[in-house]
C-alpha cells in the first residue's frame, strides 16, 4: 500500500463547479500535512497547509480526519487558472526520522469553460 | 529575490557519461533534498541533506551520488547514468530537517533524457 494515496482523476469540470479531491496516509505518526499544486512541468508549489480544525484561504478549504487518515481538499467557485495537478503531502515527525515529506502521485484537475 | 537554481534544465546525454545537476538555494537554509518525478509514480526523494557535510539516502538512491560541502550547493551526481534515469529531477529546500511544517521551496526542475 503507498504511503499516500489520491485519486489520480483527472477531474474535468466546468467553470464555477465546486469540486473535491481526497487523500489517504498510512502513517498514524505523520504529523504535518499540506495540499501543493503543480502546473505542467513546473516545479510544485505549497498551496495550504492542512490544520486539524480544517482551515480555509479564499476559495480552498481544507480538512483533516486523523481518526481516518484522511485529507481533502475543497475548491469552489473554480477558475480555469485553478487547472493544475494537486499533491497531497504527508511529513513524518521531527526527531530521528526528520521532516520527511511524502508525496501522492497528484490528482489532475481541468476546468473548463 | 528567494529562489532555489538548479541547472541545466535540460539534457539529453548516452549512457555511462557523468553528469552533474547543480542546485543552489540563496535562503540560508539547513535543508536540501533531491526528488524524482516519474509518470504514475509522483514525487520520490533521492537523498536530502539536514545541513553541511550531512547526507542521507532518500527513497530511491541507487546511482546517485550528492555532497553538501557548502550550505547553498548540494549538486545531484550520476556516476554512470542509465536509461532508467530518465525522468524530472527537483531540487527542494526549507529552513530546517526538523520543522516540516515550513514551507518547502522548488527549484524549476531538471529535465534529464538518458539515451
Known amino acids: 500500500r503507498k504511503e499516500v494515496e489520491q485519486d489520480p482523476g483527472p477531474f474535468n469540470v466546468p467553470e464555477g463547479a465546486t469540486v473535491a479531491f481526497n487523500c489517504t496516509y498510512s502513517?498514524?505518526?505523520?504529523?504535518?500535512f499540506f495540499w501543493y499544486r503543480q502546473d505542467c512541468r513546473k516545479e510544485p508549489k505549497l498551496l495550504m497547509s492542512?490544520?486539524?480544525s480544517g482551515n480555509e484561504d479564499g476559495r480552498f478549504t481544507a480538512q483533516l480526519n486523523r481518526a481516518s487518515q484522511y485529507i481533502s481538499l475543497l475548491i469552489r467557485d473554480s477558475k480555469l487558472s485553478d487547472s493544475a495537478t494537486y499533491l497531497c503531502?504527508?511529513?513524518?515527525?521531527?526527531?530521528?526520522?526528520?521532516?520527511?515529506?511524502?508525496f501522492g502521485q497528484g490528482t489532475i484537475l481541468t476546468v473548463h469553460p | 529575490e528567494a529562489q532555489v537554481t538548479q541547472n541545466p534544465r535540460y539534457l539529453i546525454t548516452v549512457t555511462g557519461k557523468k553528469l552533474t545537476v547543480t542546485c543552489s538555494q540563496n535562503m540560508n537554509h539547513e535543508y536540501m533534498s533531491w526528488y524524482r518525478q516519474d509518470p504514475g509514480l509522483g514525487l520520490r526523494q533521492i537523498y536530502y541533506s539536514m545541513n553541511v557535510e550531512v547526507t542521507d539516502k532518500g527513497d530511491v538512491p541507487e546511482g546517485y551520488k550528492v555532497s553538501r560541502k557548502e550550505k547553498r550547493n548540494f549538486p545531484l551526481i550520476l556516476e554512470s547514468p542509465s536509461p532508467n534515469q530518465t525522468s524530472l529531477y527537483f531540487c527542494a529546500s526549507r529552513l530546517t530537517g526538523e520543522e516540516a511544517n515550513q514551507p518547502q521551496h522548488f527549484g524549476d526542475g531538471t529535465r534529464l533524457s538518458i539515451l
Open positions: 503531502v504527508v511529513a513524518n515527525a521531527g526527531g530521528t526520522s526528520y521532516g520527511k515529506l511524502t
Open positions: 492542512v490544520y486539524s
Open positions: 502513517n498514524s505518526a505523520s504529523q504535518s
